[in-house]
């Protein structure tokens, strides 16, 4: 029998927490959670990172096919979610106004944001070629490996 999603969520936070324990490299540390998350996660087709520069949000380290570069904040599902400072969880992208479409493939979507200091830093952004991918036991997942990755970079840029 499959592993439950809360047993699977963690997993990927101990494994996170090996991965982030003696290195403090952001983009690094970024690069090995979207790997982590990709390939950790079923039914995924992209997993990434964007992170704030000024008005727009530049893309990071992901897995899966190329992406759009820059997003301005309010824009799609990644610049809604960090211009809400909240995460945003789309079961069919082609519903959500004003979405970007990088991958036609991709059919759900959910965006956390990275809040550091009271400011939002990036966006760790999820895309399945799966309606109705992503549920709320994903978004509390996500938000936790992401204020572990939100945490470690804080504690090591003090």
Not at 134 to 153: I, K, N, S
């Given at each position: 029998m499959r592993e439950t999603k809360l047993e699977l969520y963690r997993e990927l936070a101990e494994q996170l927490r090996a991965l982030l324990a003696t290195e403090p490299d952001r983009i690094a540390n970024a690069a090995n959670m979207a790997a982590l998350i990709y390939h950790g996660l079923p039914d995924l087709n992209w997993a990434g990172f964007y992170f704030r520069r000024g008005g727009e949000l530049v893309l990071g380290p992901f897995q899966g096919k190329p992406a759009c570069v820059r997003i301005p904040l309010g824009n799609g599902v990644c610049g809604t979610a960090a211009s809400r400072g909240a995460t945003v969880l789309v079961p069919y992208v082609h519903d959500f106004p004003g979405h970007i479409g990088c991958d036609p493939a991709s059919r759900s979507e959910l965006v956390v944001p990275l809040i550091e200091r009271g400011e939002v830093s990036g966006v760790?952004?999820?895309?399945?070629?799966?309606?109705?991918?992503?549920?709320?036991?994903?978004?509390?997942?996500?938000?936790?490996?992401?204020?572990?990755?939100?945490?470690?970079?804080?504690?090591?840029?003090?």
């Open positions: 760790l952004d999820l895309d399945s070629p799966l309606l109705a991918r992503f549920d709320e036991g994903d978004q509390a997942g996500c938000e936790r490996l992401v204020v572990l990755f939100v945490d470690h970079h804080r504690e090591h840029s003090a």
